[in-house]
């Protein structure tokens, strides 16, 4: 059924349909939206069944999340980035204790300095704490992915992330195909748990690993993401015979077919590269994109055969490995290792910094001509940088780096006239 | 626990299985059909006083609750010498998450029966007093204030035991601990420093709050019989003294800790909605001395010379224990 | 078709972006509204965005070259880059009781089509109907008159679909007299000239 809403109402309606039996939450920016409709649902009773947990802090949401998984329970929580690092401790027990969690990540940069605009640093902080990351380019790929996370999930016994960009897609309305209550039922069945807290049939979860075990136990938490890179494609093809939607699934080419120029990134910069690579390819430019669904566990065999006939790749990513480049762009580099290709990192977008058509096409038309560095930082203020970085030279007590920067760029309110 | 007077007894307490008593008043552990929750074979110290207390505990809430109990185990004393890979002594589900969020998980544990209309299945969390005075409090707290259905048992031996006897938010004044040593003008714990968690929880106001000793097993079978089957969210709070990070004898750990409840220093009380309801009066005062002699984390106040201020400090913090909480009064209830 | 919305926090910029996609919505086209968020705080100047499109909106970023802009707040008409990338041929529709001359832009605006450019006093015609000086529905009355994009009955329907009951209708009522007012401008003095 369509609706004009927004990207985190459609997901809170969606997670509804899942019926989940316990949702935690606690308040961060962008992510509040989905949680407090969740919320008003339960209270109401329209989401029936259903415990809602005003947890303390991230760090409690996931531990309520991860004890209810335990006892049975569908779990769902969200959160973004510093909630996410609070919580961090608890993401890798969830996951090593391979409980079914479904969580959104409403993608938000980490401070210092704090910001609460779009970034991928908090996924990526997380992306090898053992969950699969699904990210979203759309907010109805938003919707659609969380149905089949709890399905992946409680397949293989190992949470799932969805990711979907912070503002971009949760404060965005959109028009979206909301699944059926009907569709939803007959498509995830209910949670059968592989492990579970039961009077009846006592067993204790959590239990100590020595050196003679944990690296068994490691390496089926590994096997478990090379499943999973069978199963999301399958997942996704049943997704579209209920649902008559393209959702998920490893990756998606655009034009990738004999280009000589691909672009690859996360989320949803991926709708304005293609616009980008629309305008290009009119201009007779050899481009085409890939935009990655599945970031862990990372598809490397398909990216490596959807960059089989690229000259260059430009990986195009909202997070930085500061002092090195990318992340994303190193996972994409072990894909193609074998081969020789030039790769470009362009750091983009970070802290919330809009990402234009524009300086799109300008940057490919660069990487094109390879007047590219490997690593590029998109529309990066140089003047404020020499500025800042002459300052720290001057002096020793040249103050706070970020007051100096917004001081620099002039941060005033608009003149009243 | 309801106070009763008994002509003779065999040992200065009311003895497992005290033949003098009603069969309804016996204790669980000497009952043959008790759950073994924790069952023989874990890796405790001899005379560690957790493992007896988290026996008793754990049996007497499996039988208020009939076998309908779900444990939370944060990380710690109990959940190490408890699960000694790849054994594990538990006969009770029982989960082991992280060191700070036992109540947490018990929290989601709980509303998970909740929505699955479990009516009958009882959730309790333990951990030691790090866990739970200290990188637990966040967690705790919440638990506490959304009044989730959950019995917290905290076993207080004052110190980080598993990882080497380093000092936690409850270390008493003056104990010597890894972190606070007894050397330099301070020996040991600083004085003004400390908090309680019984009263912290009674600040929540929730349904049942106590604090319990392994010197008195009954009662703390009878304070957790009587918790496991109150809805909401409960505390109890065990004294459990340690021979190794205490520098006690083994053989002594209930002495120690009736000395605890005897000077004044360890109250043993009740509470409902963060008021006073019961307290168990001492029955042959002790100066504090009696119970500090007894283990080595308080020798510096003893050798070379005593440490008169120090120890009159530790006696006044008893004294107000004493007044505060009636412990000298006739039981009015 | 893309539109940017400018504004103070608080005034329902957002909203009225937002209610600009379900109109279109409910004309059976694509849609896409987002805010640009600058500091959360009541009065700072706030952003919105809304792409109305036949074809799915792929486009993520924010509306760089609008067809159309509403200001809600003439305060922020001196604001740098207020009118930077509007269409040759695009709309302006600003919240004010004075006259283009008057609010000093008349001359930053002459090079758009006649009739493309207008001043209306939205926050008055919201505090007669509404009792609120809310403007962002009676603005999408005078914008569906002005560029004729969204049919009323859209406008007026995707409020109520936002704002139900009392509020609805009263906004409502305010769209509906906004959207007269534009629509026979010519009798009015505070049109482009």
Same mark, same amino acid.
Request: proline share 5%.
């Given at each position: 059924?369509?609706?004009?809403?927004?990207?985190?109402?459609?997901?809170?309606?969606?997670?509804?349909?899942?019926?989940?039996?316990?949702?935690?939450?606690?308040?961060?920016?962008?992510?509040?939206?989905?949680?407090?409709?969740?919320?008003?649902?339960?209270?109401?009773?329209?989401?029936?069944?259903?415990?809602?947990?005003?947890?303390? $802090?991230?760090?409690?949401?996931?531990?309520?999340?991860?004890?209810?998984?335990?006892?049975?329970?569908?779990?769902?929580?969200?959160?973004?980035?510093?909630?996410?690092?609070?919580?961090?401790?608890?993401?890798?027990?969830?996951? *090593?204790?391979?409980?079914?969690?479904?969580?959104?990540?409403?993608?938000?940069?980490? *401070?210092?300095?704090?910001?609460?605009?779009?970034?991928? $640093?908090?996924?990526?902080?997380?992306?090898?704490?053992? /969950?699969?990351?699904?990210?979203?380019?759309?907010?109805?790929?938003?919707?659609?992915?969380?149905?089949?996370? =709890?399905?992946?999930?409680?397949?293989?016994?190992?949470?799932?992330?969805?990711?979907?960009?912070?503002?971009?897609?949760?404060?965005?309305?959109?028009?979206?195909?909301?699944?059926?209550?009907?569709?939803?039922?007959? /498509?995830?069945?209910?949670?059968?748990?592989?492990?579970?807290?039961?009077?009846?049939? #006592?067993?204790?979860?959590?239990?100590?690993?020595?050196?003679?075990?944990?690296?068994?136990?490691?390496?089926?938490?590994?096997?478990?993401?090379?499943?999973?890179?069978?199963?999301?494609?399958?997942? $996704?093809?049943?997704?579209?015979?209920?649902?008559?939607?393209? $959702? *998920?699934?490893?990756?998606?080419?655009?034009?990738?077919?004999?280009?000589?120029?691909?672009?690859?990134?996360?989320?949803?910069?991926?709708?304005?590269?293609?616009?980008?690579?629309?305008?290009?390819?009119?201009?007779?430019?050899?481009?085409?994109?890939?935009?990655?669904?599945?970031?862990? #566990?990372?598809?490397?065999?398909?990216?490596?055969?959807?960059?089989?006939?690229?000259?260059?790749?430009?990986?195009?990513?909202?997070?930085?490995?500061?002092?090195?480049?990318?992340?994303?762009?190193?996972?994409?580099?072990?894909?193609?290792?074998?081969?020789?290709?030039?790769?470009?990192?362009?750091?983009?977008?970070?802290?919330?910094?809009?990402?234009?058509?524009?300086?799109?096409?300008?940057?490919?038309?660069?990487?094109?001509?390879?007047?590219?560095?490997?690593?590029? =930082?998109?529309?990066?203020?140089?003047?404020?940088?020499?500025?800042?970085?002459?300052?720290?030279?001057?002096?020793?007590?040249?103050?706070?780096?970020?007051?100096?920067?917004?001081?620099?760029?002039?941060?005033?309110?608009?003149?009243?006239? | 626990?309801?106070?009763?007077?008994?002509?003779?007894?065999?040992?200065?307490?009311?003895?497992?299985?005290?033949?003098?008593? &009603?069969?309804? &008043?016996?204790?669980?552990?000497?009952?043959?059909?008790?759950?073994?929750?924790?069952?023989?074979?874990?890796?405790?110290?001899?005379?560690?006083?957790?493992?007896?207390?988290?026996?008793?505990?754990? &049996?007497?809430?499996?039988?208020?609750?009939?076998?309908?109990?779900?444990?939370?185990?944060?990380?710690?004393?109990?959940?190490?010498?408890?699960?000694?890979?790849?054994?594990?002594?538990?006969?009770?589900?029982?989960?082991?998450?992280?060191?700070?969020?036992?109540?947490?998980?018990?929290?989601?544990?709980?509303?998970?029966?909740?929505?699955?209309?479990?009516?009958?299945?009882?959730?309790?969390?333990?951990?030691?007093?790090?866990?739970?005075?200290?990188?637990?409090?966040?967690?705790?707290?919440?638990?506490?204030?959304?009044?989730? &259905?959950?019995?917290?048992?905290?076993?207080?031996?004052?110190?980080?035991?598993?990882?080497?006897?380093?000092?936690?938010?409850?270390?008493?004044?003056?104990?010597?601990?890894?972190?606070?040593?007894?050397?330099?003008?301070?020996?040991?714990?600083?004085?003004?420093?400390?908090?309680?968690?019984?009263?912290?929880?009674?600040?929540?106001?929730?349904?049942?709050?106590?604090?319990?000793?392994?010197?008195?097993?009954?009662?703390?079978?009878?304070?957790?019989?009587?918790?496991?089957?109150?809805?909401?969210?409960?505390?109890?709070?065990?004294?459990?003294?340690?021979?190794?990070?205490?520098?006690?004898?083994?053989?002594?750990?209930?002495?120690?800790?009736?000395?605890?409840?005897?000077?004044?220093?360890?109250?043993?009380?009740?509470?409902?909605?963060?008021?006073?309801?019961?307290?168990?009066?001492?029955?042959?005062?002790?100066?504090?001395?009696?119970?500090?002699?007894?283990?080595?984390?308080?020798?510096?106040?003893?050798?070379?010379?005593?440490?008169?201020?120090?120890?009159?400090?530790?006696?006044?913090?008893?004294?107000?224990?004493?007044?505060?909480?009636?412990?000298?009064?006739?039981?009015?209830? | 078709?893309?539109?940017?919305?400018?504004?103070?926090?608080?005034?329902?910029?957002?909203?009225?972006?937002?209610?600009?996609?379900?109109?279109?919505?409910?004309?059976?086209?694509?849609?896409?509204?987002?805010?640009?968020?600058?500091?959360?705080?009541?009065?700072?100047?706030?952003?919105?965005?809304?792409?109305?499109?036949?074809?799915?909106?792929?486009?993520?970023?924010?509306?760089?070259?609008?067809?159309?802009?509403?200001?809600?707040?003439?305060?922020?008409?001196?604001?740098?880059?207020?009118?930077?990338?509007?269409?040759?041929?695009?709309?302006?529709?600003?919240?004010?009781?004075?006259?283009?001359?008057?609010?000093?832009?008349?001359?930053?605006?002459?090079?758009?089509?006649?009739?493309?450019?207008?001043?209306?006093?939205?926050?008055?015609?919201?505090?007669?109907?509404?009792?609120?000086?809310?403007?962002?529905?009676?603005?999408?009355?005078?914008?569906?008159?002005?560029?004729?994009?969204?049919?009323?009955?859209?406008?007026?329907?995707?409020?109520?679909?936002?704002?139900?009951?009392?509020?609805?209708?009263?906004?409502?009522?305010?769209?509906?007299?906004?959207?007269?007012?534009?629509?026979?401008?010519?009798?009015?003095?505070?049109?482009?000239?």
């Amino acid at each position: 059924m369509f609706k004009q809403i927004e990207g985190s109402r459609a997901v809170a309606e969606t997670v509804a349909l899942c019926r989940p039996q316990v949702i935690c939450a606690y308040p961060i920016t962008p992510q509040t939206h989905i949680v407090e409709a969740l919320g008003e649902m339960v209270k109401s009773g329209e989401l029936a069944g259903c415990e809602f947990v005003n947890v303390e $802090s991230e760090f409690g949401a996931l531990s309520v999340a991860i004890g209810a998984s335990a006892a049975g329970a569908r779990s769902y929580t969200a959160t973004a980035s510093q909630g996410l690092l609070f919580m961090a401790e608890a993401v890798y027990n969830a996951s *090593g204790l391979g409980l079914p969690i479904v969580m959104t990540i409403g993608n938000r940069a980490i *401070g210092a300095p704090i910001n609460i605009w779009n970034d991928h $640093s908090d996924s990526m902080s997380m992306r090898d704490a053992g /969950w699969i990351q699904l990210f979203a380019e759309t907010n109805q790929e938003a919707a659609d992915l969380h149905i089949q996370a =709890f399905r992946l999930a409680e397949e293989l016994s190992c949470p799932v992330m969805v990711c979907m960009d912070g503002f971009i897609l949760t404060h965005a309305y959109d028009r979206i195909d909301l699944a059926t209550q009907e569709q939803v039922d007959g /498509w995830l069945p209910p949670y059968e748990p592989q492990q579970v807290l039961d009077p009846a049939d #006592p067993v204790s979860i959590g239990a100590m690993v020595g050196p003679d075990a944990f690296a068994e136990v490691r390496y089926l938490a590994h096997h478990k993401q090379l499943r999973a890179l069978e199963r999301i494609p399958v997942l $996704s093809r049943e997704f579209f015979k209920t649902f008559g939607r393209n $959702s *998920g699934g490893l990756l998606r080419t655009y034009h990738t077919d004999g280009a000589e120029t691909v672009v690859v990134a996360l989320g949803s910069v991926n709708g304005t590269i293609q616009e980008a690579v629309d305008e290009l390819r009119a201009d007779g430019v050899s481009i085409g994109s890939i935009s990655i669904c599945s970031y862990r #566990p990372f598809p490397l065999a398909d990216v490596q055969a959807a960059l089989a006939d690229a000259k260059r790749v430009v990986v195009l990513e909202k997070s930085l490995a500061v002092g090195l480049g990318g992340m994303l762009a190193t996972d994409v580099q072990m894909a193609i290792q074998s081969r020789q290709r030039r790769v470009y990192t362009v750091i983009a977008g970070l802290g919330g910094r809009a990402i234009t058509k524009v300086s799109l096409m300008d940057l490919f038309r660069q990487a094109r001509r390879d007047a590219l560095e490997s690593v590029t =930082f998109l529309d990066l203020n140089w003047d404020a940088i020499t500025r800042q970085l002459a300052r720290e030279t001057a002096v020793r007590r040249s103050g706070p780096i970020a007051e100096n920067i917004l001081k620099d760029l002039g941060e005033l309110s608009s003149r009243i006239a | 626990m309801p106070f009763e007077q008994i002509k003779f007894y065999q040992t200065g307490t009311f003895t497992v299985g005290n033949r003098l008593l &009603d069969i309804s &008043d016996r204790a669980v552990q000497s009952d043959t059909k008790r759950s073994n929750a924790l069952n023989s074979g874990h890796r405790a110290c001899r005379g560690c006083g957790e493992a007896l207390g988290a026996r008793y505990a754990v &049996d007497a809430a499996m039988r208020a609750a009939n076998k309908n109990l779900i444990a939370v185990n944060a990380t710690g004393c109990l959940e190490v010498f408890s699960t000694p890979y790849p054994e594990t002594s538990w006969q009770v589900a029982w989960m082991h998450s992280l060191f700070g969020n036992a109540s947490a998980v018990a929290a989601g544990v709980a509303a998970a029966m909740k929505a699955k209309g479990r009516k009958e299945v009882r959730v309790i969390a333990q951990g030691g007093d790090g866990g739970t005075a200290d990188i637990g409090m966040g967690c705790l707290s919440g638990m506490f204030e959304r009044n989730d &259905d959950v019995l917290y048992i905290c076993y207080d031996n004052e110190a980080y035991m598993n990882t080497g006897v380093q000092r936690s938010g409850t270390t008493p004044a003056a104990a010597r601990t890894a972190t606070t040593p007894s050397v330099g003008p301070e020996p040991g714990n600083t004085f003004g420093q400390g908090k309680s968690l019984p009263l912290i929880a009674m600040a929540h106001h929730i349904p049942y709050v106590a604090t319990a000793s392994v010197a008195n097993l009954h009662d703390l079978e009878y304070k957790v019989e009587k918790a496991t089957v109150i809805h909401g969210a409960r505390y109890i709070h065990v004294h459990v003294p340690c021979p190794l990070g205490w520098g006690s004898e083994p053989h002594d750990t209930i002495k120690v800790a009736r000395a605890a409840v005897e000077s004044g220093l360890f109250p043993l009380f009740e509470a409902e909605f963060g008021d006073v309801t019961a307290h168990t009066p001492i029955r042959r005062p002790q100066p504090v001395e009696d119970y500090l002699k007894l283990q080595k984390r308080f020798a510096h106040l003893f050798r070379p010379v005593r440490d008169e201020i120090r120890l009159a400090a530790i006696q006044s913090i008893a004294d107000r224990n004493i007044q505060r909480f009636g412990l000298l009064e006739e039981v009015t209830r | 078709m893309q539109i940017r919305i400018h504004g103070r926090g608080g005034q329902g910029v957002v909203s009225a972006a937002e209610m600009l996609s379900i109109a279109a919505f409910l004309e059976g086209r694509y849609a896409q509204a987002f805010p640009s968020f600058g500091s959360e705080r009541m009065g700072a100047p706030v952003m919105a965005f809304c792409r109305i499109d036949d074809h799915p909106i792929r486009s993520r970023e924010p509306v760089m070259h609008p067809d159309a802009l509403i200001i809600q707040d003439p305060t922020l008409l001196h604001q740098a880059g207020l009118f930077d990338g509007l269409d040759p041929s695009g709309f302006v529709l600003i919240n004010s009781t004075r006259g283009l001359k008057e609010l000093g832009i008349a001359s930053a605006l002459e090079h758009l089509p006649p009739g493309h450019a207008c001043a209306m006093p939205a926050t008055e015609l919201a505090m007669r109907f509404v009792g609120r000086p809310l403007p962002n529905g009676t603005l999408l009355g005078g914008f569906a008159a002005m560029t004729g994009t969204l049919r009323l009955e859209s406008v007026v329907a995707a409020i109520r679909s936002k704002f139900p009951g009392k509020v609805g209708e009263s906004n409502v009522a305010a769209a509906e007299a906004a959207y007269e007012l534009v629509a026979h401008r010519g009798a009015l003095e505070e049109v482009h000239v």
